[in-house]
C-alpha cells in the first residue's frame, strides 16, 4: 500500500467565520461556551442568573479555550416556561452590556429566536446569531443582513417522525439555505438539533452521519452537551454525564465537526487539543 496517498478527510475543510470583521478560522475546530441568563436550564451550573455571575462565567470560559461566548436568556429544555419578550429582553440586555464593557473583544453569540432580541442587542456587538427554532421569525435575517453577523441555522421539527432522519434533516437545510441566500448573510453554520423532537435513536443516526453533512460546504455546530442522548443512554443525570459529554464530542469531532457548544469548555478544548495531534505532520 502506498501510504503517502492516504488522504486525513476530515482535515480538509478550511471554513472561516467573520464575525463582525473578526475572523475565526475553523481549520481547527473552536469551542463555544454556553453562558445561560436563565432560572430553569437543565444543566444548573451553566445558569448565570446575575451580572457578576454571567461575568464569572465568561472570565472562565475565555480563560480556559473558549473562542465563542453563547448568551442566552431563554430556557430550551423541555417543559420550560414560555417567557415573554419582555423578560427575555430583561434578563440578557443588562448581561450583554456587562459583558461587552469587561471583554471588549470577545465573540458574542446570542440565542435567541427572536429577531427583536437580536435587534436590541445590536449597539453591544451581536458577533453570531444562534437561532434554535429553525428560522421561525424570518425577520431576524433582515435584522443581520449586510452586518457581516454569521447565523446558526439549528433543525427543529414540531414532531419526531420521520422516515429518514439523516435525510429529511438534511432536505430541512436545503430549503432553509435557499431562504437564508436571499439576505446578505456572510456565513451560516448548521446545527443538527441533537435532541430537538428526536428521539435517542435519531440523535446517534445523526452523530454518526455528522459527516455526510459537510457536502453542505458550512461548518458544522455540534450541540450535545450534558444532553439526554447521553445521561439517559448512561443512566445517569447531566451532572453526571462531563465523560460521556467528552467521547461524543471526540466522535463528532472525527466526523467533522466544526464547533462543540458545551458548558465545559476546558474538557471541550483538551479534546480538540487530542484530536488535532493526528492532523500534524
Known amino acids: ?4 496517498a492516504v488522504q486525513d478527510t476530515i482535515f480538509h475543510h478550511k471554513f472561516t ?3 463582525r470583521g473578526k475572523v475565526i478560522p475553523l481549520s481547527t475546530p473552536v469551542v463555544m461556551g454556553i453562558i445561560n441568563c436563565t ?9 448565570a442568573q446575575t451580572i457578576e455571575a454571567a461575568i ?15 448568551i442566552g436568556a431563554y430556557s430550551s429544555r423541555p417543559g420550560a416556561e414560555n417567557i415573554s419578550l419582555e423578560e427575555e429582553l430583561n434578563r440578557i440586555v443588562p448581561v450583554v452590556k456587562a459583558l461587552r464593557e469587561k471583554f471588549p473583544e470577545a465573540i458574542f453569540s446570542i440565542d435567541t429566536f427572536r429577531h427583536e432580541v437580536v435587534e436590541a442587542l445590536l449597539p453591544f456587538g451581536v458577533d453570531m446569531v444562534n437561532d434554535i427554532s429553525g428560522l421561525a421569525d424570518e425577520k431576524i435575517l433582515e435584522v443581520i443582513a449586510g452586518k457581516s453577523i454569521p447565523y446558526v441555522l439549528m433543525h427543529n421539527s414540531e414532531n419526531a417522525n420521520y422516515r429518514n432522519v439523516t435525510a429529511q434533516v438534511y432536505q430541512f437545510f436545503q430549503k432553509k439555505i435557499e431562504v437564508i441566500k ?3 448573510i456572510t456565513d451560516v453554520v448548521l446545527d443538527l438539533g441533537f435532541g430537538f423532537a428526536k428521539t435517542q435513536e435519531h440523535n446517534f443516526k445523526l452523530l454518526r452521519n455528522v459527516d455526510f453533512f459537510l457536502n453542505q460546504n458550512l461548518p458544522i455546530l455540534i450541540g450535545v452537551s450534558r444532553k439526554s442522548m447521553i445521561y439517559k443512554t448512561l443512566n445517569t443525570t447531566p451532572a453526571e454525564a462531563l465523560n460521556g459529554t467528552t467521547v461524543v464530542h471526540s466522535i463528532a469531532l472525527m466526523k467533522g465537526g ?14 480538540i487539543d487530542l484530536f488535532n495531534k493526528m492532523g500534524e505532520k
Open 258 to 271: 466544526n464547533i462543540l457548544r458545551v458548558h465545559d469548555v476546558k474538557e471541550a478544548k483538551e479534546a
Open 39 to 47: 432560572p430553569d436550564s437543565f444543566h444548573s451550573d451553566s445558569r
Open 56 to 70: 464569572q462565567m465568561a472570565q472562565k470560559h475565555l480563560n480556559d479555550g473558549a473562542a465563542i461566548l453563547d
Open 1 to 4: 500500500m502506498n501510504f503517502s
Open 182 to 184: 436571499k439576505y446578505k
Open 17 to 19: 467565520l467573520n464575525c
